[in-house]
């Protein structure tokens, strides 16, 4: 199956009161992984490239490979750019093949993030590509912090942006490496009831404990970021893949070796965001 649309899989994901993982990529071991684990579950999956990743492969690079990884697969896989911070960012990704971009305006006034979503929207839907905006700001554990998205500028933002999907702040944090996050539930039906028929995504989905997770894709929380716990396990793996053998050097071999738990790790992950039934 080809790559698809973050709107082809989260529209379907909304109207069955599921979600879908987007699962943050940082290598080619990375994206094998995560490919298997949704054809292994039978779901789809968002791959994603953050600043990271793309400090580290270029872009081009990143969409050749989530292309070729896709072009084999037998589930839907969506090839997304995470927290693009510029109109160019999200032109680059278009033009090298990624089928979703996220514009975080989260830092901009209220103003400024709609009109820069929406030209932003434009230009991707012209395209044929997915757009996910940010609204409020979700916060790194130990550093900047957390704003709650505020259900009348939600309101606002879904009717005038033109985006396909709202990342909300709502107890979410990034790189949290326990499920530590407190989900303001009032905050979110709130916000569901001023935007509906809008899915909306949580960042930091590794710090939202295993119970959450459920009931949150019981509502229209659609998509869930899910690194930090993924990344953890590919050093656990990596780790021991190098003590095995101190003296072993070839890195294909060592890193070949991380696959399979990964594989696993997302699976677990995947298996998460379906809900409780």
Known sequence: MTLVSLTD???????????VAGLVVLGWEDAVAFVAAAEAESAPVILQAGPGCRAHTPLPVLGAMFRTLAAQASVPV???????????????????????????????????NIARTADIAAFAHAAGVSVEAELGLVGTLGGRASRGTDP?????????????????????????QGPDAVIDWPALRAIEAACPGLPLVLHGGSGIPL??????????VCKFNIGTELRMAFGTALRQAVNRDPARFDRIAILSETIAPLTDAARAAIRSCRGAG
């Open 9 to 19: 899989v989260l529209r379907p994901a909304l109207a069955g009161r599921t979600a």
């Open 152 to 176: 009348s500028e939600a309101a606002r933002f879904a009717a005038e942006s033109g985006a396909d999907a709202l990342a909300i702040a709502i107890g979410n944090l990034h790189l949290q």
């Open 211 to 220: 119970a959450d997770r459920q009931a949150l894709a019981a509502t229209n």
């Open 78 to 112: 969506v090839a997304h750019l995470d927290h693009g911070h510029s109109a160019e960012d999200c032109a680059r990704a278009i033009d090298a093949g990624f089928t979703s971009v996220m514009f975080d305006g989260s830092g901009l006034p209220l103003d400024e």
